[in-house]
């Protein structure tokens, strides 16, 4: 089966050090503008998910999720996890380490969109 989500190897590496100084992480892309754009890292007892909330899959143990409406344009495209030098988004657990995790997306190939899953959503 085709995976809605992967990472790189800078993104598992900054995960695993969240992780070990935070426990257990989750990410959540909700869309918009500015912050919104790109995905929150957060610990995984603070968030809650709306029964919209698109469940991508999982890197290195932390679940990432998507805003409905942020899904909606982007169902077709592969989303790839990455952590790239500079700052992280003011409320974002990597704020400070000097690294970003940033969102990269490519369109799947024909072959893929028929081996992938059906989007799993959180309450419905």
């Given at each position: 089966?085709?995976?809605?989500?992967?990472?790189?190897?800078?993104?598992?590496?900054?995960?695993?050090?969240?992780?070990?100084?935070?426990?257990?992480?989750?990410?959540?892309?909700?869309?918009?503008?500015?912050?919104?754009?790109?995905?929150?890292?957060?610990?995984a007892?603070?968030?809650?998910?709306?029964?919209?909330?698109?469940?991508?899959?999982?890197?290195?143990?932390?679940?990432?999720?998507?805003s409905?409406?942020?899904?909606?344009?982007?169902?077709?495209?592969?989303?790839?996890?990455?952590?790239?030098?500079?700052?992280?988004?003011?409320?974002?657990?990597?704020?400070?380490?000097?690294?970003?995790?940033?969102?990269?997306?490519?369109?799947?190939?024909?072959h893929?969109l028929?081996?992938?899953?059906?989007?799993?959503?959180?309450?419905?």
């Amino acid at each position: 089966m085709t995976k809605r989500i992967s990472a790189t190897p800078e993104a598992i590496a900054l995960i695993q050090k969240l992780t070990a100084q935070y426990g257990p992480i989750i990410f959540m892309q909700s869309g918009g503008c500015c912050e919104g754009s790109g995905p929150l890292c957060m610990p995984a007892n603070e968030f809650r998910p709306s029964p919209s909330d698109v469940i991508l899959g999982e890197i290195a143990d932390a679940v990432f999720y998507m805003s409905d409406s942020h899904f909606s344009f982007s169902q077709n495209t592969h989303t790839i996890l990455d952590a790239v030098p500079g700052s992280g988004g003011s409320f974002s657990l990597e704020c400070g380490t000097g690294q970003a995790f940033i969102t990269k997306s490519r369109l799947y190939t024909d072959h893929e969109l028929q081996q992938l899953d059906p989007a799993k959503r959180c309450g419905y």
